[in-house]
């Protein structure tokens, strides 16, 4: 049970975060070269398809964080366990807090909409986007070290 428990979560929150670092690193950077136009449809594109994904995905992750958390609440892996699913649901509120609003604008903005404003929200909601995908890479560094210990 534990090896399909390990297996699933790594799949879940591995992909979950190259996701969410590809975003990052290259979706990003590429819509950025296109003109602000087109840049604020692909934009616009990219949260709604997004947007609409994650928020199963992160529950997923959390859950299947939760469950290795249990199991190993009498092991000395429980900390890092503990911590790592903690991080996680941090993310997960400020996710709600901060960064969903925002999504939510850029997915709302009508295709005639002056692409500044979508531009704008995009800047915050990456500045953000990049510390979520830094705290998210711990949580599962900390899980992983956690199950192989």
Known sequence: MTSFLDIATIITIGLMIGTEFAV???????LSRLDDRARFDAIRLFAARLGFAMPFWYCLGLLLLIAQTILFR????FALLATATGLWTTVIVLTLVFLVPI??????????????????EHGKWD???RIRVAVLTVAMVLFL???HV
């Open 74 to 77: 009498h092991r000395p892996q």
């Open 127 to 129: 500045s953000m986007h």
């Open 103 to 120: 999504n939510n604008r850029m997915t709302q903005l009508m295709p005639n909409a002056p692409a500044h404003e979508a531009l704008a």
């Open 145 to 147: 070290v956690a199950i």
């Open 24 to 30: 990052s690193a290259f979706i990003n950077p590429v």
